[in-house]
């Protein structure tokens, strides 16, 4: 089901890197645990170091962005661009 797939992709965030995650789920998966793991990453690092843990994270989510510029630079299926070319919009407006 829709729900199973979207608990694994979650799941499954935290042990692959994240180009390479963003390549092997569905667009849905992808979209939506991008963002659940956005906002827990963002609580952490708000709870832990607070304003200075905003900035902290600021850096990892430009890092992440220029690893995706460099996928998609890269040869991709049609499907995986289009993907990743959504997620980097959703990307580049929650940083």
């Not at 995650?21 to 849905?28: I, L």
């Not at 939506?32 to 200075?52: I, L, P, Y």
């Amino acid at each position: 089901s829709v729900r199973w797939q979207m608990l694994m992709g979650i799941k499954d965030y935290a042990n692959v890197p994240r180009t390479e995650w963003m390549q092997n789920w569905p667009a849905q998966v992808v979209l939506n645990g991008s963002q659940a793991h956005w906002t827990a990453e963002t609580e952490a690092f708000m709870d832990e170091k607070g304003n200075d843990g905003i900035r902290e994270y600021y850096g990892v989510l430009c890092k992440q962005l220029e690893d995706m510029v460099y996928l998609i630079r890269g040869p991709l299926s049609k499907g995986n661009r289009t993907k990743i070319g959504a997620l980097a919009v959703v990307d580049v407006h929650a940083r």
